[in-house]
């Protein structure tokens, strides 16, 4: 293998965007120390457009310009939150995932100015989010309380807390952690309460397929269980062809001793319906346990509800 000698990697431009590159290129230096490295960054149509997704794209939004400077070889490796990576088509023509992050935490956090608990919020709060699976569940769960579409950069969201365009906000834990925002957080959402979007918390290395060179160097980066864990939900999102109006979340997890389980639900916008699926791998690989628990939910009527869903 021949490593390179310089290795640009390519990312969205926002704050937290960029704080993830620099985790990427800490872990690398302490894998190749001789390396070195460029960011590239890049503004996407996702965070130039504040409005409805569905009307760009949905996700791909957060990643068409990044894919075109990898493909083109402009950059010669992505950064992509896999929450942001479309799973109901392939990736771009050239290019593979050469590596999966170990996975930060999947949770989502609520944010209050005075310091109350979700349980604790009085009816008619505006909580500030665009996120329909988080609109479905606070529905399901919590219906006195009124969401507000906000989108935007953490930051951006936190100071449009600040100016009172909302009472509260749900935020994803990792990435408050990532931008060292943590001193914000009122109360962490289990799972449980909030189940997170498939892809929750992980980091992807995309390379262009030709460059085995670069994939042999960054693949070190990968964790094992992490990468079944994101096999296992993209694949369950592939089999489901969800869309970005779809309330639809899930999540894998890798036990010690190595078995892999799956939840994932998907709801009505209005929370009135909620399909819940939960599987053990056992001698199942997590492609096909991803399958699996796609299948179970398309039976309780999964493809009827998101067909009635406009996108």
Not at 8 to 18: E, G, K, Q, T
Not at 265 to 283: I, M, Q, R, S, Y
Not at 287 to 292: F, R
Request: aromatic residues 2%; charged residues 25%; proline residues 6%.
């Amino acid at each position: 293998m021949s490593t390179p000698e310089l290795i640009r990697i390519v990312s969205r431009d926002s704050p937290m965007a960029l704080a993830q590159v620099e985790r990427v290129r800490a872990e690398l230096a302490v894998l190749h120390p001789g390396i070195r490295t460029e960011v590239i960054p890049v503004k996407t149509t996702g965070d130039k457009w504040m409005g409805d997704l569905s009307q760009v794209e949905g996700k791909g939004a957060f990643t068409k310009e990044v894919d075109a400077a990898l493909v083109a070889g402009e950059a010669d490796l992505a950064v992509h939150c896999v929450k942001d990576v479309p799973a109901d088509r392939p990736l771009p023509a050239g290019t593979t995932f050469a590596a999966f992050l170990k996975r930060d935490d999947i949770r989502d956090a609520l944010i209050h100015p005075d310091g109350l608990t979700l349980d604790q919020l009085p009816a008619g709060t505006r909580i500030g989010t665009s996120s329909v699976r988080r609109i479905a569940q606070l529905a399901a769960s919590h219906p006195h309380l009124d969401c507000v579409p906000m989108r935007g950069n953490a930051n951006r969201r936190l100071d449009k807390l600040a100016a009172g365009e909302a009472g509260a906000l749900l935020l994803a834990l990792s990435g408050l952690e990532r931008i060292g925002r943590t001193d914000v957080i009122t109360e962490i959402l289990s799972a449980e309460v909030m189940c997170p979007p498939i892809g929750a918390g992980i980091l992807a290395l995309q390379c262009r397929e030709g460059d085995t060179d670069l994939i042999d160097t960054v693949s070190g980066l990968g964790d094992p269980d992490t990468h079944r864990e994101a096999t296992a939900e993209r694949m369950f999102l592939h089999v489901l062809q969800g869309h970005c109006n779809s309330p639809i979340a899930g999540y894998a997890t890798a036990e010690r001793s190595g078995d892999l389980s799956l939840r994932a639900c998907v709801f009505t916008p209005d929370g009135k319906t909620v399909l819940n699926a939960h599987e053990w791998a056992g001698p199942l690989d997590p492609a096909t346990l991803g399958t699996s628990v796609a299948v179970a939910l398309l039976r309780q009527g999964a493809r009827d509800l998101i067909d009635s869903i406009a996108h």
